[in-house]
Nanobody, 122 residues
Framework: QVQLVESGGGVVQPGGSLVLSCAASGFALAQYPIGWFRQAPGKGREGIAYISTVQDRTLYGQSVKGRFTISRDNAKNTAYLRMNSLEPEDTAVYYC???????????????WGQGTQVTVSP
């Protein structure tokens, strides 16, 4: 079955860094756009990063642009999100998902992981 499993979340101090992983199974990750999303308490799901299937073109949400980097390793069937200069406002559950188009809209993503918690706190 199609599965996406996020890992790498945890607690980090402001200014710190984390790398999240998204391991895919049941399909070839290289054949689909991949997105990273997050949902903070009391807020909707926010698209923060996208990577295409061709030439690894990327899109970033304005709130994370310049701090976060999305990438993929097709040989490992895994996508990544490197998060630098983390701030308390970045605290959220982070999800990866398999998409259908060049978009940061959650409506265009059909399969989702279970999420991993990232907490930025002193």
């Amino acid at each position: 079955q199609v599965q996406l499993v996020e890992s790498g979340g945890g607690v980090v101090q402001p200014g710190g860094s984390l790398v999240l992983s998204c391991a895919a199974s049941g399909f070839a990750l290289a054949q689909y756009p991949i997105g990273w999303f997050r949902q903070a308490p009391g807020k909707g799901r926010e698209g923060i990063a996208y990577i295409s299937t061709v030439q690894d073109r990327t899109l970033y949400g304005q709130s994370v642009k310049g701090r976060f980097t999305i990438s993929r390793d097709n040989a490992k069937n895994t996508a990544y999100l490197r998060m630098n200069s983390l701030e308390p406002e970045d605290t959220a559950v982070y999800y990866c998902a398999r998409g259908t188009s060049q978009s940061l809209s959650p409506l265009t993503y059909l399969f989702w992981g279970q999420g991993t918690q990232v907490t930025v706190s002193p």
